[in-house]
């Protein structure tokens, strides 16, 4: 894929802020800190385009992300162990399930895992979810830079098993080597293609 542009469009909470449903758009989500940002920001070959944070639960809002004016990036709230506030996190879970089961230009979402950390409830939960609502998802281990080759081959194995899925299924990434850049955007083509 070659990026010619990536911009930001906007923040949003609910249905009525969202931009237009003209574009097809493709979700991102994971656990806070699993490298979110640095991924979108890999994938579009920019530095910045969605601020990354070492203090998790950064993202709060659906942020809409305009690329190529082809179609459209969405950085969703983190799910886990970030320290915000109760009130904030209820939120979340409506705000993110009123996005993916109304928005009818969702092409499919890309579930971002740490490599390191074996995948937790809140992974599986949303996962099973996901396939209940037959909403397309693509799978990425990221910050395989951190292991070692072997280390990276048998976490990948041990998470294909809890999981249930195929090895083939899960997309090492890597935003620091550019480690599955390829196969990640070879996944995102075939769900923007349907």
Do not use: C
Request: hydrophobic share 40%; proline share 6%; net charge positive.
């Amino acid at each position: 894929m070659i990026i010619k542009s990536a911009d930001f469009v906007k923040s949003a909470v609910k249905p009525s802020h969202y931009p237009p449903a003209i574009l097809p758009e493709i979700a991102f989500t994971g656990r806070s800190n699993v490298g979110k940002s640095s991924l979108i920001n890999t994938l579009v070959n920019r530095k910045r385009l969605v601020k990354t944070s070492s203090t998790p639960g950064r993202t709060q809002l659906i942020n809409f992300f305009n690329i190529n004016n082809a179609f459209s990036f969405v950085d969703l709230p983190g799910f886990g162990y970030a320290k915000v506030p109760e009130s904030i996190k209820k939120t979340w879970g409506p705000m993110v399930e009123t996005y993916l089961l109304n928005r009818e230009t969702l092409k499919g979402v890309v579930l971002i895992m740490d490599i390191r950390r074996m995948p937790g409830p809140h992974e599986l939960d949303f996962i099973e979810w996901l396939r209940y609502h037959t909403i397309p998802t693509i799978l990425i281990l990221t910050k395989a830079d951190k292991l070692s080759k072997s280390k990276q081959m048998n976490q990948h194995i041990a998470i294909t098993k809890i999981l249930g899925t195929h090895r083939d299924d899960l997309i090492l990434f890597s935003a620091k080597t550019r480690m599955g850049k390829d196969a990640t955007w070879a996944a995102i083509e075939q769900l923007l293609d349907h």
